[in-house]
């Protein structure tokens, strides 16, 4: 048995639309505590991974583990008929269907058919990091596009005295600066001062699709991938984000 | 030029004697009169930029008989010295006929579209009025063009042979111009082929006429990113590998690194203004594994033509790796011949490699072979400077 409800579709969508900037289809599990999602990007240098719990949705039945396979564009067509304030839900359909009933007043019912794709396990990067900083997403998109306008990769440091970006091509340079203790900067925790870069086309694909006024923390190491993480409400659910470094 | 060379050595198909009867003679010194042409065209399409939509379509008609197996054949090119390619593509009169892009009702350019079809030399002859223009066409996009003389009517056309896929694919107006290219492609018609048919409207569903400076490069892009499909499954090469090639005045470097795909190339014009020392950047454009949407507006129809060169290699190995092209173009090259050069140059480069166990002896080797300055190659380069890692190195 599996029927679970969403008040709205947003936090929907907000997956679809970031999983689906990464890769095509992906593996739903629900686990009787917990819906999860772990895809990395067939270019294996971005991970995505969800983690919604129970107590985010306002009904929650998973009697047994159920892995869905999907793929993103047919779910994502349908989520987007929804309202901002229809409620979603998702149960299994006969013939490996997934029923999905957007409603709110008015109810439409939808069904997909399941893919057969064989499930895999993505294990978490291992890795220890040494520094954190929690941002205004918008905060954070807005340095990104600053230094997009010359370069396609940031360096990220952080030390005790803020965060920096940096980013140079053929064409020029670009920095930005935001201080300790400036309202850029909600929370930061430095055991060592880093320095990593990344590209700023992949940070974006998992930006972009996320609403500008959450905040994400940022946790990386030297010559580690960056975990960006987005906390889904008040209830414990996250979505996270890693990508590799480019390196000299 | 060919000074020096024995007369009976042969140049791509060709006796230097024969060519240097072509010199001899420009063709836009020759006097022109409206009438009846006669001639052979190997076959050999051409479609205008100029006036678009409306543009001058036409068959060239080479004035030496033993021009017409290697007139359309830039694979046998590199062998030849520019001042001989400029002979042999300008040795060639070209009857045009003005008509609008879209919908192909003309009889003459229907009858066009029959010669392009053909395998073989077709016999035509045509009534021809005012040259158009004599002096030939020279530029970066597509092979030299001679003089071109109003197509008035087609008088007379052999029946060309016509070889099955090319039947199959021009009849068919229900298959995508990508699918049909592919089709071609995968059925070993040359690449050039494949060109003069999509410029000619015979491929895709909406078939208008494609100038041909836009066909070579919507053709290299389309079968590019068919072969970029297909290679994506494959698994990566282990070691780094290098190889280059000078023709024409062209150098190429080639590295293909160990990773998932990615391609960049880099074009420097330094040696050719003598400015190799300075601290000047270079033209560069780039993409990642989903490769990219927007035109590469710095490097243009090159980056389409070395792209599908390093593509098709990978596809023989049946191997995944980035590619880096660095391109330097000195004073020997003289005449603007055309893209071509990059994809033939590279195909031919590719045919030797040196093998690196680590990029920065690879890159090393790699800036060496060129003139440019190593710190304006490093400077304008993404993948040059930093290497993208994978997730799964750091995976638990």
């Known amino acids: 048995m599996l029927q679970v409800l969403t008040t709205t579709p947003e936090t929907w969508s907000t997956i679809v639309r970031t999983a689906s900037s990464i890769i095509e289809e992906v593996n739903f599990e629900f686990h009787p505590d917990m819906a999860s999602m772990r895809s990395m990007d067939p270019s294996h240098i971005a991970l995505v991974n969800l983690e919604w719990v129970a107590p985010s949705f306002e009904k929650y039945i998973c009697d047994s583990e159920n892995i869905l396979s999907i793929r993103l564009a047919d779910l994502d067509k349908i989520i987007k008929r929804a309202d901002a304030n229809d409620k979603v839900e998702l149960s299994l359909g006969e013939e490996r269907t997934l029923v999905i009933k957007l409603f709110d007043g008015y109810k439409r019912e939808f069904s997909i058919h399941l893919l057969d794709s064989q499930y895999t396990s993505v294990p978490l990067p291992k890795v220890t990091y040494s520094a954190k900083v929690i941002m205004p997403l918008k905060s954070l998109r807005n340095v990104l596009d600053d230094i997009s306008a010359v370069s396609e990769q940031v360096n990220i440091k952080l030390d ?52 500008p006024a959450k905040e994400i923390s940022l946790e990386f190491g030297n010559k580690m991938p960056i975990k960006l993480e987005v906390q889904l409400d008040e209830k414990g659910s996250k979505l996270q984000y890693y990508l590799a470094p480019r390196v000299d | 030029m060919v000074m020096g060379v024995e007369g009976n050595a042969w140049r791509g198909g060709m006796k230097i004697n024969e060519i240097l009867e072509m010199l001899k003679e420009p063709l836009w010194q020759r006097r022109w009169s409206p009438g009846t042409l006669t001639g052979t065209t190997p076959p050999a399409t051409f479609v205008g930029e100029s006036g678009y939509p409306k543009v001058s379509v036409g068959s060239a008609l080479p004035q030496h008989e033993r021009q017409l197996s290697i007139y359309e054949d830039p694979r046998s090119w590199l062998d030849m010295t520019i001042d001989e390619i400029v002979a042999l593509r300008t040795y060639a009169v070209l009857p045009v006929k003005k008509a609008e892009v879209a919908p192909i009702s003309d009889r003459d350019i229907e009858l066009f579209q029959q010669m392009t079809m053909g395998d073989s030399p077709v016999d035509t002859e045509l009534k021809v009025g005012k040259i158009v223009r004599r002096s030939p066409v020279f530029n970066g996009y597509y092979a030299p063009v001679g003089t071109s003389i109003e197509a008035l009517k087609v008088l007379y056309m052999a029946n060309p042979k016509v070889p099955r896929p090319i039947e199959k694919v021009a009849g068919d107006r229900d298959m995508k111009a990508s699918d049909g290219a592919l089709v071609l492609y995968n059925s070993d018609i040359s690449i050039y082929k494949i060109q003069n048919l999509l410029s000619i409207g015979l491929i895709g569903r909406k078939r ?189």
């Open chain 2, 208 to 396: 208008r006429l494609v100038p041909t400076r836009w066909g070579i490069t919507a053709t290299d892009s389309m079968i590019g990113d068919a072969l970029l499909d297909l290679i994506r499954d494959f698994p990566r090469i282990d070691r780094y590998l290098v190889s280059h090639g000078y023709f024409l005045g062209n150098r190429f470097v080639v590295i293909l690194t160990p990773d998932n795909w990615q391609f960049e190339m880099l074009e420097s014009w330094l040696p050719f203004f003598g400015r190799q020392n300075t601290d000047t950047t270079i033209a560069a454009d780039h993409e990642g594994y989903f490769g990219r949407s927007a035109y590469a507006s710095n490097i243009e129809g090159a980056y389409y033509a070395a792209r599908l060169a390093i593509l098709e290699y990978l596809r023989r190995i049946r191997k995944q790796a980035g590619g880096i092209v660095l391109m330097e173009v000195d004073r020997n090259w003289t005449t603007s011949l055309g893209v071509w050069r990059v994809r033939e140059g590279i195909r031919r480069a590719l045919q030797q490699f040196t093998t690196y166990d680590e990029l920065d002896s690879a890159k090393n080797a790699a800036l060496c072979l060129m003139s440019t300055k190593k710190d304006n190659w490093i400077r304008s380069s993404l993948f040059l400077t930093k290497r993208q890692l994978d997730i799964t190195q750091f995976l638990s």
């Open chain 1, 160 to 211: 005790k005295s803020g965060a920096s970006f940096a980013g140079s091509s053929e064409s020029g340079k670009a920095s930005a600066s935001i201080a300790a203790g400036s309202g850029d900067i909600k929370d930061m925790s430095v055991k060592d001062a880093v320095s990593a870069t990344y590209s700023v086309e992949y940070l974006n694909k998992f930006l972009k699709s996320l609403n």
